[in-house]
């Protein structure tokens, strides 16, 4: 018999919402107040995420300003992504739970199994990359520009990038699948030491990371793409999903957690 899951399909929200969401989720199954949890959502306007440890002295605010990009931390690592044009995931569940037991690469390497049989049924020929990738001797503040060990590439290039983040008794692992557009646009928003630096960093981000509409040769919109992702945790996992809504404990959690955290420089400029 196949384990229920809630499936949250989230509305379209700013960056401050949308990671307060993640944590409230976090927080009621972690105290089993919540069922584990797929959630697919989109944002609104687009943001730059940064990773927990992140330097805020990446950021360049007049071009964030310029361009109506939002701005948020998150509470998982690694670096800078700009949200927009993508399917964003987030799989919530007891720390307990077989589906995100063992290491932190067992359960990456676990729930990529998802992950890879959504893109196959997408069309898209993905695969999870086995290597560590080299070092640069530069601080890169661009998430997608090298794929890390396991994550999910088409060709050699990143595709899915997900990052985890752990208590005690719960685990978040979030992650976004670029639908279409240009890549190369996070380089407006992060400071470089120079212009040639800054040009460098794109040319190196579109030869290392693509999206699902450069792999096919066509346009996928999020309602397709968000089927797929249902439909491939089910068969690759074995889970079923139930369709549901945040509770109102988790909706007024979100809540102060937006006032109180995503939304507030003390946390977001905090370093």
Same mark, same amino acid.
């Given at each position: 018999?196949?384990?229920?899951?809630?499936?949250?399909?989230?509305?379209?929200?700013?960056?401050?919402?949308?990671?307060?969401?993640?944590?409230?989720?976090?927080?009621?199954?972690?105290?089993?107040?919540?069922?584990?949890?797929?959630?697919?959502?989109?944002?609104?306007?687009?943001?730059?995420?940064?990773?927990?440890?992140?330097?805020?002295?990446?950021?360049?605010?007049?071009?964030?300003?310029?361009?109506?990009?939002?701005?948020?931390?998150?509470?998982?690592?690694?670096?800078?992504?700009?949200?927009?044009?993508?399917?964003?995931?987030?799989?919530?569940?007891?720390?307990?739970?077989?589906?995100?037991?063992?290491?932190?690469?067992?359960?990456?390497?676990?729930?990529?199994?998802?992950?890879?049989? &959504?893109?196959?049924?997408?069309?898209?020929?993905?695969?999870?990359?086995?290597?560590?990738?080299?070092?640069?001797?530069?601080?890169?503040?661009?998430?997608?520009?090298?794929?890390?060990?396991?994550?999910?590439?088409?060709?050699?290039?990143?595709?899915?990038?997900?990052?985890?983040?752990?208590?005690?008794?719960?685990?978040?692992?979030?992650?976004?699948?670029?639908?279409?557009?240009?890549?190369?646009?996070?380089?407006?928003?992060?400071?470089?030491?120079?212009?040639?630096?800054?040009?460098?960093? &794109?040319?190196?981000?579109?030869?290392? &990371?693509?999206?699902?509409?450069?792999?096919?040769?066509?346009?996928?919109?999020?309602?397709?793409?968000?089927?797929?992702?249902?439909?491939?945790?089910?068969?690759?996992?074995?889970?079923?999903?139930?369709?549901?809504?945040?509770?109102?404990?988790?909706?007024?959690?979100?809540?102060?957690?937006?006032?109180?955290?995503?939304?507030?420089?003390?946390?977001?400029?905090?370093?």
């Amino acid at each position: 018999m196949s384990e229920v899951w809630r499936l949250y399909l989230s509305p379209p929200a700013t960056g401050a919402w949308n990671m307060a969401v993640d944590e409230a989720i976090l927080e009621n199954i972690s105290r089993g107040d919540s069922p584990p949890t797929l959630r697919l959502f989109g944002w609104v306007p687009p943001c730059l995420s940064l990773g927990r440890a992140q330097p805020f002295s990446d950021v360049n605010i007049p071009a964030l300003k310029a361009n109506g990009w939002d701005v948020v931390r998150r509470i998982t690592g690694g670096r800078a992504i700009l949200h927009t044009d993508e399917l964003t995931y987030s799989i919530i569940s007891p720390g307990s739970n077989t589906h995100v037991s063992g290491t932190l690469l067992e359960s990456y390497q676990h729930l990529a199994q998802g992950l890879l049989t &959504a893109l196959k049924m997408l069309d898209v020929k993905a695969e999870m990359n086995e290597e560590r990738a080299e070092q640069s001797t530069q601080a890169n503040p661009v998430c997608f520009e090298t794929p890390s060990a396991y994550e999910i590439t088409v060709n050699g290039k990143k595709l899915i990038g997900s990052a985890q983040a752990r208590q005690k008794d719960g685990v978040l692992q979030h992650g976004s699948l670029p639908l279409t557009g240009d890549l190369a646009r996070i380089t407006q928003a992060l400071i470089f030491p120079d212009e040639g630096s800054r040009q460098h960093a &794109a040319e190196n981000l579109l030869a290392r &990371a693509t999206t699902v509409e450069s792999a096919l040769g066509r346009f996928t919109d999020w309602e397709t793409a968000s089927k797929s992702f249902v439909q491939g945790f089910e068969s690759a996992l074995g889970i079923s999903f139930q369709r549901d809504e945040l509770s109102q404990s988790e909706t007024k959690r979100a809540a102060s957690l937006v006032k109180e955290k995503y939304a507030h420089p003390d946390w977001t400029e905090r370093i």
